[in-house]
């Protein structure tokens, strides 16, 4: 099993940035990949960014490339979004999500793709204002 817990939401007003933490804990040597999704009101959870586990392999959803960057420290079992530039679109409930690695798979947008994770945080909240 592995735990998730995400922090460092909160509201901020467009164009400003956040660092989203995600603290991994239990059987995180079983994992392969991780990533930071997002759902927002009325809408469907989406796969924003992903990295491999031990690191590397980075990808980027269109809405958010060039303006999120995803990280990994190995040291502290940490995941992090860096997001800057923020627009009120990305307002959102943030999800951090790790799986195994399955085989197949071998781009970044399949990376992205919810059935590949199967271990999940709780959430935390982002709201942007215009």
């Known amino acids: 099993q592995v735990q998730l817990v995400e922090s460092g939401g909160g509201s901020v007003q467009a164009g400003g940035s956040l660092r989203l933490s995600c603290a991994a804990s239990g059987s995180t040597y079983s994992t392969g990949y991780m990533g930071w999704f997002r759902q927002a009101p009325g809408k469907e959870r989406e796969g924003i960014a992903t990295?491999?586990?031990?690191?590397?392999?980075?990808y980027y959803a269109d809405s958010v490339k060039g303006r999120f960057t995803i990280s990994r420290d190995n040291a502290k079992n940490t995941l992090y979004l860096q997001m800057n530039s923020l627009k009120p679109e990305d307002t959102a409930m943030y999800y951090c999500a790790a799986g195994p690695f399955r085989p197949g798979v071998t781009s970044g947008s399949d990376r992205l793709r919810e059935y590949l994770y199967n271990y999940w945080g709780q959430g935390t909240q982002v709201t942007v204002s215009s």
């Open positions: 990295i491999y586990s031990f690191g590397g392999g980075t």
